[in-house]
């Protein structure tokens, strides 16, 4: 089974702090999604990574930044967090794109105090 | 733009009652459509997808979608509703590399 983990399930910060989300999955998908989730508002995909340092931005990018340095692991960076930033994180995986499933990681439940 | 509607915030069934979640997408190709389900703190797992070929798609945990380009729809059904099945449900239609998704659907089962 695919399995795709976050680094922390609750996180809080202070405005201003820079914050990493950090995600790993263990299939050797080529392509790795962070969304965010927000009540009524269903995922929203922030950046996704079709391949080892590359990437594209989402619906939302603003205000975060992404890195990928290895394959089975895709960090969403808050360069300055915000209060409005205060929301659940999801990673997701695939082995392709559009067609084949999205597998996800059991969410990063942020708050920016 | 693409776009994915469900109509329906919430939902409550009794328990054994059958179930149906709406879903409405906008999209001019063929869509590829998904239905995840995402229990209380946890992530999102897939029930079923649709790419082509039978309009009635057969998942997990004893759900159906039917696909109805006429009306673009692609609803999900279930017979008969277990008090486990009580989660948030997403439907969505892949774009390229992406998914959109639409708002999701909670859905409360009770005794």
């Known amino acids: 089974d695919v399995k795709v983990t976050q680094s922390s399930r609750y996180l809080v910060k202070r405005t201003g702090e820079k914050v990493f989300l950090e995600c790993v999955q263990d299939?050797?998908?080529?392509?790795m999604f962070w969304y965010r989730q927000d009540p009524g508002l269903g995922l929203r995909l922030i950046y996704f990574?079709?391949?080892?340092?590359?990437?594209e931005k989402g619906d939302i990018p603003e205000g975060y930044s992404v890195s990928r340095e290895k394959k089975e692991r895709f960090s969403l960076i808050l360069e300055s967090a915000s209060t409005n930033q205060t929301s659940m994180y999801l990673c997701?995986?695939?082995?392709?794109?559009?067609?084949?499933?999205?597998?996800f990681g059991p969410g990063t439940r942020l708050l920016v105090l | 733009a693409q776009s994915v509607t469900q109509p329906d915030i919430h939902i409550t069934v009794s328990e054994g009652a059958s179930l149906e979640l709406r879903c409405n997408y906008s999209?001019?190709?063929?869509?590829?459509l998904f239905w995840y389900v995402q229990s209380p703190g946890q992530g999102l797992q897939l029930l079923l997808k649709?790419?082509?070929?039978?309009?009635l798609v057969q998942g997990i945990k004893g759900f159906e979608a039917e696909f109805k380009r006429s009306q673009s729809s692609f609803n999900l059904r279930k017979p008969s509703v277990h008090w486990s099945d009580a989660a948030e449900y997403f439907c969505?239609?892949?774009?390229?590399?992406?998914?959109?998704f639409g708002a999701g659907t909670i859905l409360r089962v009770k005794s």
């Open positions: 997701a995986s695939s082995l392709d794109r559009g067609r084949e499933t999205q597998y």
């Open positions: 299939m050797d998908h080529e392509n």
């Open positions: 990574s079709y391949d080892v340092k590359m990437k």
């Open positions: 999209y001019g190709a063929t869509p590829y």
């Open positions: 649709y790419f082509s070929g039978d309009t």
């Open positions: 969505a239609v892949g774009v390229g590399n992406k998914l959109v």
